[in-house]
């Protein structure tokens, strides 16, 4: 006994125990005594060499950016990076990624070997112990302990050491390919081959009704037949680099950077994620071009017998190991297999498969994963795609447009012919099946009815309660307080109450569309029965259909005939809200609901019902948005109301607008709390980045970053600006017309007149082309026209040939093709590009070289103040984030990072140079605005303000010209 109660070495090894609740096991507290030995730890990863750069010259700028990003992983540290155009950013990130990801394997397998030798050594030393029941205790914790820290990175060894044989493997496959004994897919990479466009949608019309009839009577959590098709077994994950841009483009030039990098790229996998619709190659499917169908009929294929005959599952794995291993963009091979070999360079292909699946099957081992933001912001698509976040690094290229990326996807919107469409819909699917749908099928269908003609009586002014509060004004919420641009907002209790749906749960309504194909069923219904009607009038089952649903019956009859359904179906039926004031009774109010939408249905053809379906999906998202917004607990959403027949906001062009519900958050960076928590670092990245507060506070900290937690790296630009770059901020026109650009003042015609006169003779001073900038389109389009009429534009056109920046991007290509020809002519004429400010030229098109030799940007870019939405957006800022300076900063942020992303356009490679015209008196005058200019362009800043009446005039011709003359001869 003596023995037990004498035991100090007993107690010492309880007293350094700690309870673990995972195990029910006692673990040793992270400080352990010296006497034990120490359990080796991870160390800290340095470097400060990067070798496989793929350009002889390694700027300054861009080693520094290598040195802070490299620290900033190896600590697991989150970083705000601002490096401007032009100075190699994406190839300087890749590489210091590649870099770390590659040492941080070899770290993973060397502290493995250090841990497996730690537990050898006290193995052996446990032996020579006389206490051999303390040595054994000791032991079984430490090695409890150790094993617990061995477990993820014997993982992660697995993983790389898999990653490794699919890069070999890849390899092997690429030299067979070449070999002319290659057994390649049974299917041929033909344009013969496909079946003829649209056979799944053809299907439904040899379907029998039965296929349509919702079953979602089932718990919705519970796993559907497309999931268990779907499922990916994941035995484990590499470590990753998520990569993200906004744009696929802006991703195949990643591509591109990386395949620079061949030293470093040779050892890694890759996957370059896309939706179904740029990685469909079944042409029944990725013809119905819309991205909506396309993802339902996909679906649908998974779960019909024989399904697609592109998803067998040992053609995408076999194409899976090949893209990932040989680092080949799906995109690529997608357009490959669909018959598109002129628009792609890659090599043959081992297997004609699904590239969507194979990335899928292929993600999990992919060290380097290139995604748009949308794939990785939205947690539905990183859940459909198999992306997860944990202990991976997260890089947002271009992240100056980040938030406004986030509001986007959480954002949406439907407009009145939505909401008819979808009563039209739903009216025949309620008629066709009324005998035989569920109760809970009939609920929620008609629930669904209900929303969807309150929320068109909104549109139309006929609030069922005007008791809300606009959430702008505080006022009452009725039409006659709608303001001068016809919209009105309302938080989204308010709203629902207001429109007479606060009894209604949304939150199930959208669960059971999502289950059990509910959606997809209503509108393959809609395009079997229409495609029905319209080929096969003659057939008695249509006709009695008809008497049902056809044009000949009113929806009040319909609904009547609805009624006939079982006794206990009453009891789940949701009454409708009151829709006047009087008060009526449930049965009254519902005959209301059903006047008020007969006009709507009363009227519909089969083409209505076939083409009904986007109008669905449009109504479905807005609910979601309005769902997951609620779910997320932060009073941060917004219903901006367009009611119909009001003056369409900022237009010039229309007097009328059809109404529009549009939902939009004011808050996107909690939209990104939980990538921000579960990644190892964030690295935003972008040329304007500044304010760093706004991100700081927006992402980071709601996040449960500390300051501590973020570093910020900034750097000038690899070009010398006193030499390369002039920038220029007149105040006044060459008649002393002071540069107005402001709201109020813009559609003045004498200063649109002044700024085509300065246009003109700006022109003829600056070789090549010139790249001018305007606020909006609806502006552009004004001064456009204006001066056809005055004759500017021919004046302007004898000087350069002029090109105008197309709304749609179907056909920015071939303008800026021809304006490229344009520049590049013999005649040395040059040639002037007119664009919108935050557009597709001013965003993502390089004007290098002399497509560039000169950027006016016309007025200052300010977002609109008086629409509904920024009202509301600032009121939030100043509300959550630091009063009403927060607004101004944030107008004075999003002003002044696209005029900062314009300039940056020019200016692409070290020995680049242009000339820069800040056409508007507030930069001229307004100290603030202009140190809201990045550093190295604020040392381009022209020390005296050129005022540009007739006698400086001179002087600007020579300063222009010793200008270009210097540089031209330097670069070359």
């Known amino acids: 006994m003596d023995d037990f109660e004498n035991d100090p070495e007993g107690d010492r090894l309880i007293a350094t125990l700690a309870f673990d609740e995972e195990t029910g096991l006692s673990l040793p507290h992270q400080t352990q005594s010296t006497e034990y030995g120490e359990v080796p730890s991870f160390e800290t990863l340095t470097r400060t060499e990067f070798p496989g750069f793929p350009y002889s010259t390694l700027y300054p700028q861009q080693n520094s950016l290598m040195r802070f990003l490299y620290a900033s992983l190896a600590s697991s540290k989150c970083s705000i990076i601002e490096s401007p155009t032009g100075t190699g950013k994406s190839v300087t990130l890749l590489t210091t990624s590649l870099h770390w ?21 006290e193995d052996s030393q446990s032996v020579d112990e006389t206490d051999w029941v303390a040595a054994h205790s000791r032991r079984r914790v430490l090695r409890i302990r150790v094993n617990k820290e061995m477990e993820p990175l014997e993982a992660t060894q697995k993983a790389s050491v898999e990653a490794a044989k699919l890069i070999k493997h890849a390899n092997e496959v690429k030299v067979s390919l070449k070999s002319s004994n290659f057994v390649r897919s049974s299917i041929d990479i033909t344009r013969e081959n496909f079946p003829p466009p649209f056979e799944a949608l053809n299907e439904w019309a040899r379907s029998e009704d039965d296929s349509f009839l919702p079953t979602a009577d089932t718990d919705p959590s519970k796993t559907s037949a497309v999931s268990v098709v779907e499922a990916t077994n994941v035995t484990c994950r590499v470590v990753q680099v998520i990569y993200c841009t906004r744009t696929h483009s802006q991703l195949a030039q990643v591509v591109e950077e990386l395949n620079k990098l061949k030293g470093l790229s040779d050892q890694v996998t890759m996957v370059t994620l896309a939706s179904r619709q740029h990685l469909c190659v079944n042409k029944a499917v990725y013809g119905l071009k819309d991205q909506t169908l396309i993802t339902e009929a996909c679906l649908d294929l998974a779960v019909k017998s024989p399904g697609c005959r592109f998803r067998c599952r040992n053609e995408v794995g076999v194409l899976s190991d090949y893209l990932v291993g040989a680092r080949v963009s799906a995109i690529k091979a997608a357009l490959r297999i669909r018959g598109a070999m002129d628009q792609v360079d890659i090599e043959e292909l081992p297997a004609c498969a699904c590239p969507y699946y194979a990335n899928k099957r292929g993600l999990p081992l992919a060290q380097l994963v290139l995604a748009p933001y949308q794939s990785v912001v939205v947690p539905s698509l990183r859940e459909a795609v198999g992306l997860c976040l944990q202990n991976n690094v997260l890089i947002f290229d271009e992240a100056h447009n980040l938030l406004e990326a986030v509001a986007a996807a959480f954002s949406a919107t439907a407009s009145y012919a939505d909401l008819l469409a979808t009563e039209r819909l739903v009216a025949a699917f309620l008629g066709y099946y009324h005998s035989r749908l569920s109760p809970l099928s009939a609920l929620r269908l008609r629930q669904l009815a209900l929303v969807v003609r309150l929320f068109a009586n909104f549109l139309e002014g006929k609030a069922a309660r005007s008791s809300g509060l606009c959430a702008h004004c505080g006022r009452d919420s009725g039409t006659e307080n709608c303001n001068s641009t016809g919209e009105i907002v309302y938080t989204l209790g308010d709203f629902l109450f207001a429109a007479g749906l606060d009894h209604i749960n949304l939150s199930y309504l959208v669960d059971y569309l999502r289950s059990d194909r509910c959606v997809h069923k209503i509108v393959g219904f809609g395009k079997w029965f229409g495609g029905r009607k319209r080929s096969d009038r003659g057939r008695k089952e249509e006709s ?11 929806l009040s009859e319909c609904l009547k005939q609805m009624k006939r359904l079982p006794n206990r179906l009453e009891s789940f039926q949701t009454p409708p809200s009151k829709i006047s004031k009087t008060g009526e009774d449930q049965q009254a109010s519902s005959e209301t609901v059903a006047t008020a939408s007969a006009s709507a249905t009363a009227s519909q053809t089969p083409e209505d019902l076939q083409s009904a379906g986007a109008g669905l999906f449009a109504v479905l998202g807005l609910l979601e948005a309005m769902v997951n917004s609620d779910r997320a607990g932060d009073n941060d959403g917004r219903l901006i109301i367009t009611l119909r027949g009001t003056a369409a906001p900022a237009s010039t062009t229309s007097s009328f607008t059809p109404g529009f519900i549009r939902f939009v958050i004011l808050n996107p960076g909690r939209y990104l709390h939980d990538a921000v928590k579960d990644a190892r670092s964030v690295i935003l990245v972008g040329g304007t980045m500044k304010p760093f507060d706004e991100f700081i506070d927006q992402v980071f900290r709601p996040a449960g970053k500390v300051e501590t937690d973020v570093t910020l790296f900034s750097c000038g630009h690899v070009i010398d600006a006193k030499r390369q770059l002039a920038i220029y901020t007149p105040s006044v026109s060459f008649n002393d017309i002071p540069w107005d650009f402001t709201f109020k003042n813009r559609h003045t015609p004498r200063l649109i007149d002044e700024c085509g006169e300065f246009l003109v003779e700006v022109c003829k001073m600056i070789p090549g082309g010139v790249a001018v900038f305007f606020q909006s389109f609806d502006y552009l389009s004004m001064v456009w026209n204006h001066w056809k009429a005055t004759g500017l534009l021919a004046r302007l056109q004898a000087t350069k040939e002029v090109f105008r920046e197309p709304r749609t991007a179907i056909t920015l290509v071939e303008v800026m093709q021809a304006y490229t020809a344009a520049v590049t002519a013999l005649n040395k004429r040059g040639a002037c590009i007119v664009c919108v400010i935050g557009g597709k030229l001013s965003e993502g098109i390089n004007f290098n070289d002399d497509l560039a030799r000169g950027v006016i940007i016309v007025g200052l870019p300010y977002p609109n103040v008086h629409s509904a939405f920024m009202r509301e957006k600032l009121n939030f800022l100043e509300r959550h984030f630091g009063g009403r300076e927060s607004g101004r900063r944030f107008c004075e942020a999003v002003c002044m990072r696209m005029v900062n992303q314009a300039i940056g356009r020019a200016i692409r490679h070290a020995h680049d140079y242009a000339v820069v015209f800040l056409v508007d008196q507030r930069f001229a005058t307004s100290r603030r605005l202009r140190l ?41």
């Open 101 to 121: 990801l590659l040492d941080h394997n070899k770290a993973v397998n060397a502290h493995l070997a250090k841990l497996r030798d730690y537990l050898q050594k």
């Open 544 to 554: 009695d259909c008809a008497k049902r649903v056809g044009t000949g019956l009113s």
């Open 932 to 972: 809201l200019l990045p550093p190295w362009a604020q040392d381009a800043l022209m020390s005296d303000t050129i005022s540009l009446s007739p006698p400086q005039l001179d002087l600007l011709h020579h300063q222009l010209h010793e200008f270009f003359h210097r540089n031209s001869t330097s670069s070359h």
